[in-house]
Each structure stands twice: as structure tokens, then as C-alpha cells.
């Protein structure tokens, strides 16, 4: 499952939402965990994959 991370442009917390692509295709509106706030942006993220073979 896809790990999208926010950033609150009122509190100024960080913080990491895992929605499915379809939850995310969906638009749901994001929350602030910490002060309930809807007020966040997504923020850009890396992606890291780690496998056990190698190439």
C-alpha cells in the first residue's frame, strides 16, 4: 500500500497517510493527525525498494 506524506500548513507537523491507489484516486480529504486541521499539502517523496536478489 502506497504511503503518501503530508506536511500541516497550520500546525507544521509532518506526517505519512497509507491509502490504496483507489483511496487516493478517489481525492479523500486529508486531516492533520496531530491538530484535526484540513489545511495540509502533500509533500514530494522518495521511493525505495529493497529486494533480496541481486541484480
Known amino acids: 500500500m502506497p504511503a503518501y506524506e503530508y506536511v500541516c500548513?497550520?500546525?507544521g507537523k509532518k506526517f505519512?497517510?497509507?491509502l490504496s491507489v483507489k483511496e487516493y484516486e478517489g481525492h479523500p480529504k486529508i486531516k492533520c493527525p496531530h491538530c484535526t486541521?484540513?489545511?495540509?499539502?502533500?509533500t514530494i517523496t522518495t521511493f525505495f525498494a529493497k529486494t533480496s536478489k541481486k541484480s
Open 9 to 11: 500548513k497550520d500546525c
Open 37 to 42: 486541521s484540513d489545511n495540509v499539502e502533500r
Open 16 to 18: 505519512t497517510v497509507f
